[in-house]
């Protein structure tokens, strides 16, 4: 309960504020739409390579999305001098982090859930299965708990905007392939046999080492 108390005090705080501003969700959602539409007429997809294209553009746009709305994670707490009281506060480190990581998980699923109508107008794409919700889930717990910790380095430089996806993308790279793997065994566009088996549990250890080893270099790099 120690845990969960400012893990939830956190959230709620994030999303009220981002309810009544709406300028992470929208931003990213208008240029995850622009992503999608941009890349629909610049490879001109067609009915019979829809299945070939749709994961890579699924995934390029919601990378670039969830970067855009991962950098935003600590900029408040930053201008308005938060930071300082939530580092003040009696919590564990660990609680702030994991806080700010479930505000991005939550985020992130609502950009996606957001995003994928559109995807599946422009493109002509049904091919919606449980594989793919899973690696959407893991892929996404995975973005934001590396994009949290990335993104608590870059607040602290001047040019945050350059620095998060510099830093971010070499290391988030086994996921973003691995779900693009997934996401084509699942709507049909590769061989589908060991491709969910090698990459799913890939993604899952992947979520899981991170979940361990960023609060602990969190709590390393708010006290310098």
Do not use: H, Y
Not at 96 to 114: R, Y
Not at 118 to 132: E, K, Q, R
Not at 175 to 204: D, F, K, N, Y
């Amino acid at each position: 309960m120690r845990l969960l108390r400012p893990m939830a005090a956190l959230v709620w705080k994030d999303l009220l504020l981002e309810l009544r501003s709406r300028d992470i969700v929208v931003s990213a959602l208008v240029f995850g739409f622009l992503v999608v539409v941009v890349f629909n007429f610049a490879l001109k997809v067609s009915p019979e390579r829809v299945s070939e294209l749709a994961p890579g553009i699924l995934w390029v746009a919601f990378a670039f999305a969830g970067t855009l709305a991962m950098s935003r994670a600590f900029v408040r707490e930053r201008e308005q001098g938060g930071m300082e009281g939530l580092l003040l506060a009696p919590v564990s480190r660990d609680a702030i982090f994991l806080g700010k990581v479930l505000v991005s998980f939550l985020f992130m699923l609502v950009i996606e859930a957001a995003l994928l109508p559109v995807f599946a107008v422009l493109l002509n794409f049904t091919s919606f299965t449980l594989t793919l919700a899973g690696a959407i889930l893991l892929a996404t717990l995975g973005f934001a708990t590396v994009g949290t910790l990335f993104s608590a380095i870059a607040v602290q430089t001047r040019s945050r905007e350059v620095m998060l996806p510099v830093l971010f993308f070499p290391v988030i790279l086994p996921v973003l392939i691995g779900a693009v793997e997934v996401s084509g065994a699942a709507v049909g566009s590769g061989p589908q046999t060991g491709v969910v088996t090698r990459w799913l549990p890939l993604m899952a250890v992947f979520d899981a080492v991170f979940l361990v080893i960023c609060p602990w270099i969190f709590s390393i790099i708010v006290e310098e």
